[in-house]
């Protein structure tokens, strides 16, 4: 017997066109499922792919031309329906959303919502991310589990034990970060996790790593980059002057800190503002602005188009 409400979730996106709203509203219906909210939207954007760049030489100077891209309008919407009354079985409707999505030339995400995803936290030694995650994971914040904390470090092993979170140590150097990363995959797929929160887990994943779990792998940074890249970028930010201090929340790609932003945010500071200020806000907003992604992804509410993210609002 099913809930007395059932809802699921349906993401589609591609290149925009009359009818997708009515069609796919349509189908929804006819088989007895009411739509709970919908939103949609599209925006008009360059086809990279139709981008050339033409060098040509003119009164013996040599220029270059970029002829005149296409434009293209891209379409994206979020369907949350409620399915209590489905009449026909869930894979009718699975397929009749895939022959949708084709006849448009869309893609297309179905989550039936009823089954909750895993999260694996990876850490370092900083614990304010951590604490904010597993505080809101307990007060029910957080629609998911936590089947394991995994760290290079011992230090945050107490948290993980407030929380009763099993801890996984993985002690990584130069010699040993391969096979070790390879151990972690290994959990990873084990435990069946869905998704890895980097919650200031301050090692470089690699290639391999970022490709098994594309686009389910998600890093929380503050947002004085590429200004202070390094160490003690507080520290110098404060020798700047800077007037605001933020933190970027977004997908991991193999192109360290590029990856498509999730969440950002931002804080005003002023000359009054020592380095432990900075520190204290920026961690602030940083906790903050992870949870926020987290939780938009957990809730499918993050479509990837091209190396940026369309956040649909909660």
């Given at each position: 017997?099913r809930?007395a409400?059932?809802?699921a979730?349906?993401?589609?996106?591609?290149?925009?066109?009359?009818?997708?709203v009515?069609s796919f509203?349509?189908?929804?219906?006819?088989?007895?499922?009411?739509i709970?909210d919908c939103?949609?939207e599209?925006?008009?954007e360059d086809?990279?792919?139709n981008?050339?760049?033409?060098a040509s030489?003119?009164?013996g100077?040599?220029t270059?031309?970029?002829?005149?891209r296409?434009?293209?309008?891209v379409?994206?919407?979020?369907?949350?329906?409620?399915y209590s009354?489905?009449?026909?079985?869930?894979s009718i409707?699975?397929k009749?959303i895939?022959?949708?999505?084709?006849k448009?030339?869309?893609?297309?995400?179905?989550?039936w919502?009823d089954r909750?995803?895993?999260?694996a936290i990876?850490v370092?030694k900083?614990?304010h991310?951590?604490?904010?995650?597993?505080?809101?994971?307990?007060?029910?914040?957080?629609?998911?589990?936590?089947p394991?904390?995994?760290?290079n470090?011992?230090?945050?092993r107490?948290v993980?034990d407030t929380f009763?979170?099993p801890?996984q140590?993985?002690?990584?150097?130069?010699?040993?970060?391969?096979?070790?990363e390879?151990n972690?995959?290994?959990?990873?797929?084990?435990?069946?996790?869905?998704l890895?929160?980097?919650a200031?887990?301050?090692q470089?994943?690699?290639?391999?790593?970022c490709?098994?779990?594309?686009?389910?792998?998600?890093?929380?940074?503050h947002?004085?980059?590429?200004?202070?890249m390094g160490?003690m970028?507080y520290?110098?930010?404060?020798e700047?002057g800077v007037?605001?201090?933020?933190a970027?929340?977004?997908?991991?790609?193999?192109?360290?800190d590029q990856g498509p932003i999730?969440?950002?945010?931002?804080m005003?500071v002023?000359?009054?503002?020592?380095v432990?200020?900075l520190?204290r806000?920026g961690r602030t907003?940083?906790k903050?602005?992870l949870?926020?992604?987290?939780?938009?992804h957990l809730?499918?509410?993050?479509?990837v188009?091209?190396?940026?993210?369309i956040?649909?609002?909660?």
């Amino acid at each position: 017997m099913r809930p007395a409400k059932s809802e699921a979730r349906l993401l589609v996106s591609g290149p925009d066109a009359t009818g997708i709203v009515a069609s796919f509203s349509q189908l929804l219906f006819g088989h007895e499922c009411g739509i709970v909210d919908c939103t949609s939207e599209s925006s008009e954007e360059d086809d990279h792919h139709n981008a050339v760049g033409v060098a040509s030489e003119r009164d013996g100077e040599r220029t270059c031309q970029t002829q005149r891209r296409h434009r293209e309008r891209v379409f994206f919407q979020r369907i949350l329906f409620d399915y209590s009354n489905l009449n026909v079985e869930r894979s009718i409707v699975e397929k009749e959303i895939r022959l949708m999505s084709e006849k448009f030339g869309m893609e297309s995400q179905l989550s039936w919502g009823d089954r909750r995803r895993k999260v694996a936290i990876f850490v370092s030694k900083y614990d304010h991310c951590l604490w904010e995650l597993l505080l809101r994971y307990r007060a029910g914040e957080m629609p998911c589990d936590i089947p394991l904390i995994i760290s290079n470090h011992e230090d945050l092993r107490p948290v993980a034990d407030t929380f009763g979170v099993p801890y996984q140590v993985y002690r990584i150097s130069r010699e040993t970060k391969s096979e070790q990363e390879w151990n972690q995959m290994e959990l990873l797929q084990e435990q069946k996790v869905d998704l890895v929160v980097l919650a200031r887990y301050m090692q470089v994943l690699s290639p391999m790593f970022c490709s098994t779990f594309h686009n389910r792998i998600i890093n929380i940074h503050h947002s004085f980059l590429p200004a202070f890249m390094g160490g003690m970028p507080y520290n110098r930010a404060h020798e700047r002057g800077v007037k605001l201090i933020g933190a970027t929340a977004h997908y991991v790609t193999m192109d360290l800190d590029q990856g498509p932003i999730i969440e950002q945010d931002i804080m005003r500071v002023s000359h009054r503002d020592d380095v432990r200020d900075l520190i204290r806000k920026g961690r602030t907003l940083e906790k903050n602005v992870l949870v926020s992604a987290v939780k938009a992804h957990l809730e499918d509410r993050i479509i990837v188009h091209r190396n940026k993210c369309i956040v649909f609002a909660e």
